[in-house]
């Protein structure tokens, strides 16, 4: 077996391991951040479960630390009480990034974790199955619940020889990202194998894992061997570390070769991670800020190279260089070493351990400028400014270009620096703040910010709207529901935030939905890739839509839609995209039997009221789906099966 499949299989609760099957795995930790979390514990306390039923789940505050208002901070505190009620431990606010702290602090080879987060396969940097979901699915797991996916296919990723100087990690998932594109890990575990897997340090290999969620990949994973184990026992969590490998004679369902000394700087050009060029093909760009940071690349490495970097010069005066350490745990060593003093003097701006920059959460850049970022995402308008050109690259190009002022290949800076792995890391979890023991004494504090979420209702007879929107291809879920520091602190109160819905798409489709009581969205391909934000699910349901006919759908979004009970239709036919224009009106009659027939492999019809003609569409779901789908969503189904 690969590693992949020894992760499933002793894990798997039901189904066969064939793939695209349906089958369910047991899940041994969970993660939240602040911005799905609230929403995840409204969902667990929903289905009315005292405690976690996992052996570690963890509360983390990172997205929403602008606190401009009262709304950030009341979330922080009704996610800490929740915690605190329901066995979960909290990670405040200034501990760091999710994933950053979860790999330092919490994860173990050989483990599942769920995470609301979609990078969370981070994890998969110290052989973990590390999956990214919606909200819902992490509450139904924290409650004990399995976790239902379709039996990825597994493309073993060969790595061979060893990164030059000057090349980094980033470059590498940034070469895999040029050769399969945004779409290219849909329905696949990224499994690192090769000799040139024990080349690379935890950190590294966490920067490819982390960056395969933009592959549309389910996870990407490591083996777990001496390098994991010399990283685990600097964490001072030895003990926590198992051997894992594939075998000698495992098979994949595909390949891939890696020729690490091959790859030179890349750069993700605006807007897509998969715009990839080399840095020396366009450097020269003019550039107005660097932000180093997210959980791509906020590591203490990253963070020593960037600081010996940086040590002894002076940042361009037209450059603007913002700094976000990932964890409370690299900021402190970097005060206590001095490598923090050198980042300074050079001109930096050291923002809090958080997401910031990444998020659109402050660092909004100025009018059509340039922003050079570390971070794993550059859709349009995610930075806060519509107008900014962002470019993805590595902490050493980015450092390059600061002090130069235009994209400069770091190979300009000379010899490049050593940075070792520490011996020991500094460990203070001082800033984890263990559940209660006795969780039925705590007291959920809910602020005016926390309000309902809308819940869906069973299928109806016929399913009829109109069309609301006609979108293109590899929509985001920065798209349907944006976020930034304007509206990140709005994520306990869907209602406020489904006024802005797909508003970068068409600032009109919240007023047409509601005038409309409701519909259909028509898309392209890679319909809702990106980010895990069940709101992408949650505003589309309060306006009414009822279901969304694509191309093609990325993974956690659809299955954000089926938990919502919203159709997630595939066009049988690509061309009918074209005819189901905004403003005409359809149906799917008998909706019921019309699902029930889909989870057979039958065809759904929907009808054109004007015309009469059907346009056939798939719905590729399996019998639990079904049963969600005409329960009205997967609370009502948990509900329903429970009683
Ligand atoms: C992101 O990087 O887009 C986020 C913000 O971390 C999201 C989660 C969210 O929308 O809250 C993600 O990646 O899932
Ligand atoms: Fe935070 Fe950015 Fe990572 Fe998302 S991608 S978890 S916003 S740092």
């Known amino acids: 077996m690969n590693i992949t499949e020894k992760l499933i299989k002793s894990h798997l609760v039901s189904g066969e391991m064939i793939p695209s099957k349906e089958i369910a795995i047991k899940i041994d930790q969970t993660l939240t951040q602040d911005s799905t979390g609230t929403m995840a514990y409204l969902q667990f306390e929903a289905m009315g479960i005292p405690r976690v039923k996992t052996e570690k789940s963890v509360a983390y505050i990172d997205h929403n630390t602008l606190q401009t208002g009262f709304e950030n901070a009341d979330d922080h505190k009704y996610i800490q009480t929740v915690a605190q009620k329901h066995g ?57 619940g399995a976790y239902y996916l379709a039996m990825p296919k597994v493309c073993h990723v060969v790595l061979t020889g060893k990164l030059n100087p000057w090349v980094t990690a980033k470059d590498v998932i940034l070469e895999v990202l040029r050769r399969l594109s945004v779409k290219g890990g849909v329905g696949k575990v990224m499994e690192y194998g090769g000799e040139g897997v024990k080349t690379l340090s935890v950190p590294q290999r966490a920067t490819i894992t982390n960056m395969g969620a933009e592959l549309g990949a389910t996870t990407s994973v490591f083996p777990s061997d001496a390098v994991t184990k010399a990283f685990l026992t600097a964490q001072g969590r030895a003990d926590d570390w198992i051997e894992l490998k594939a075998d000698d004679n495992a098979i994949y369902d595909e390949e891939i070769i890696i020729a690490l000394d091959e790859i030179e700087p890349l750069v993700a050009c605006p807007h897509s991670p998969d715009n990839i060029k080399k840095v020396r093909d366009i450097s020269g760009i003019a ?51 001095g490598a923090l003093a050198d980042i300074i003097s050079a001109g930096a701006r050291i923002l809090e351990c958080g997401c ?191 279901a969304v006919i694509a191309k093609s759908f990325a993974r956690i979004h659809m299955a954000n839609l089926i938990n919502n009970g919203i159709l997630p239709l595939v066009f049988v036919n690509e061309w009918d995209y074209d005819t189901m224009k905004v403003n005409v009106q359809f149906t799917i009659k008998y909706a019921a039997d019309q699902i029930k027939g889909a989870a057979e492999g039958q065809i759904v019809q929907i009808t054109n009221v004007q015309t009469g003609e059907d346009i056939p569409v798939k719905l590729n779901i399996s019998e639990r789906q079904r049963d969600i789908l005409l329960a009205g969503g997967l609370l009502n189904y948990t509900k329903a099966n429970n009683q």
């Open 287 to 337: 550039v107005d800020q660097v932000a180093i940071g997210s959980c791509t690349n906020s590591s203490y490495t990253d963070m020593m190279t960037v600081a010996k970097l940086l040590k002894g010069k002076t940042i361009n005066p037209n450059v603007s260089l913002v700094i976000a350490p990932g964890s409370k745990q690299v900021m402190n060593m970097l005060a206590a070493n």
């Open 356 to 546: 910031g920059p990444c998020i659109g959460m402050g660092q909004a850049p100025a009018t059509n400028a340039v922003s050079l970022r570390t971070v794993n995402r550059n859709f349009e308008g995610r930075s806060g400014t519509k107008s900014a050109q962002v470019y993805i690259v590595s902490p050493e190009t980015a450092v390059a270009s600061a002090l130069s002022g235009v994209l400069t290949d770091p190979h300009t800076l000379g010899e490049a620096p050593l940075v070792s792995m520490p011996d020991h890391f500094m460990v203070n979890d001082n800033l984890i703040i263990p559940p209660a023991p006795e969780g039925q004494c705590v007291k959920v504090v809910r602020g005016p910010n926390i309000q309902p979420f809308p819940k869906n209702t069973k299928v109806p007879k016929d399913i009829s709207g109109t069309v609301l929107i006609q979108v293109e291809d590899n929509i985001t879920t920065d798209h349907i529901m944006p976020s930034n520091a304007k509206l990140l602190p709005f994520r306990s109160n869907v209602p406020y935030l489904a006024d802005y819905c797909l508003t970068p798409c068409d600032p009109d489709f919240p007023a047409r939905a509601k005038k409309a009581n409701g519909g259909f969205i028509v898309a392209g391909q890679n319909y809702g890739q990106g980010s895990s934000r069940e709101h992408a699910a949650l505003a589309p349901l309060q306006l009414g839509v009822k």
């Open 88 to 144: 979960i431990y909290f990670s405040k606010p200034g501990n760091g990034i999710c994933h950053q702290v979860h790999l330092e602090r919490f994860g173990k080879p050989g483990k599942t974790l769920l995470g609301s987060d979609s990078h969370t396969p981070t994890g998969g940097g110290i052989g973990m199955l590390a999956i990214g979901a919606g909200g819902l699915d992490v509450a139904v797991a924290m409650g004990g």
